[in-house]
């Protein structure tokens, strides 16, 4: 790869450096349950996963609620997702080889995340994979989380790359779409949905042992066209799914 044009891969962390979308859809399903609400929380990731915690549960109450007790569930939610995870915390298969591999080949590395610092201190830090990012973005440092552009935006800024030169690794619609938003292409890892349910990734993949810098590298200069965003995916009614 020219030293002068590298390519950026950018990675989304949740359902895409680790396989925990069920650990997450458990966490919420006990706080809905001690909120006495009857929401289906797997069926609900699946729809938006990728948004920040008090977007999500902004969705399942019929009122309004304020922002502080938004946080308060949102932190609740959290401590029962690690406690849950705790002892489960594994890399996605090929991950550490797919990024030792992928600098080795001149792409610059990215983590764009709907978490915050704290939360992706306890993956990536204990896992030892922050030292494969030359950029780290959170929910922290962006106006607006996924399916806004924001997240993806800001980290290619970060890393220098122009838009079009960067590709997104997702498992979720919302981050699908942030995304194309974002004027990327997308590689959809099937950890949270069916393929199908994608809207035009450039390649579905179950894990990193089914994909190589190489690959990634021959897709990025086939020069695909961009998809434009879908309105219909990125709408956050998830009762319509």
Not at 68 to 75: D, F, I
Not at 135 to 160: M, Q
Not at 209 to 233: C, D, G, H, W, Y
Request: net charge positive; with cysteine; glycine share 6%.
């Amino acid at each position: 790869m020219a030293e002068s044009t590298p390519y950026a891969l950018i990675f989304d962390m949740d359902g895409v450096l680790i396989n925990n979308t069920s650990v997450q859809a458990r966490a919420f399903q006990l706080l809905f349950r001690d909120l006495g609400l009857t929401t289906n929380a797997l069926q609900l990731l699946k729809r938006l996963n990728g948004m920040p915690a008090t977007k999500i549960l902004e969705t399942v109450f019929t009122n309004p609620v304020p922002k502080k007790q938004l946080e308060t569930y949102a932190n609740q939610r959290e401590f029962l997702y690690r406690t849950l995870y705790w002892e489960k915390r594994r890399a996605m298969p090929g991950l550490t080889q797919f990024l030792h591999d992928a600098r080795a080949a001149g792409f610059k590395t990215g983590l764009g995340t709907g978490s915050g610092n704290d939360t992706i201190g306890y993956i990536i830090d204990h896992l030892d994979l922050r030292r494969y990012f030359d950029v780290v973005i959170t929910k922290d440092d962006v106006d607006h989380g996924k399916p806004h552009a924001d997240t993806y935006t800001v980290t290619a800024r970060e890393l220098g790359i122009p838009a079009e030169r960067c590709i997104v690794f997702e498992d979720a619609l919302m981050g699908e779409q942030a995304a194309y938003k974002a004027g990327m292409r997308c590689i959809a890892l099937s950890t949270s949905i069916k393929p199908a349910k994608f809207q035009a990734p450039l390649k579905v993949i179950k894990d990193f042992t089914q994909i190589t810098p190489a690959q990634v590298l021959n897709l990025l200069e086939q020069n695909l066209p961009i998809p434009k965003p879908s309105k219909q995916l990125a709408k956050r009614e998830y009762m319509k799914m």
